[in-house]
């Protein structure tokens, strides 16, 4: 007999499913990035390490990780 009164905790499969999503954007991401790398090489050096910073950055803000992070908390794609 069990004198816990939590809850059984039983895992999402959200949470998982979201990893794979995440790792999946950032290697499409790098693939990208990796695709443009001849065009930026051919810059001065001094203006590849920017682009390269604004690359590195821009993702955050381009794919959606804020909500896909809510979804994988909540359930809900609206969830901050």
């Known amino acids: 007999m069990s004198t816990d009164p939590r809850p059984a905790y ?4 959200r949470k ?8 999946g ?7 990208l990035v990796g695709s443009l790398s001849a ?3 051919r810059l001065p ?3 590849q390490v920017p682009v390269y910073v604004f690359l590195g ?6 794919l ?4 896909l ?9 609206r969830g901050f």
């Open 57 to 62: 950055l821009i993702w955050i803000w381009v």
């Open 45 to 47: 050096m001094m203006v």
């Open 64 to 67: 959606p990780l804020k909500r």
């Open 10 to 13: 039983k895992p999402s499969w």
């Open 25 to 31: 954007l950032i290697a499409l991401w790098a693939v």
């Open 69 to 77: 992070l809510a979804w994988m908390e909540t359930g809900r794609w």
């Open 39 to 41: 065009l930026i090489g």
């Open 16 to 23: 998982p499913v979201g990893m794979f999503v995440i790792l």
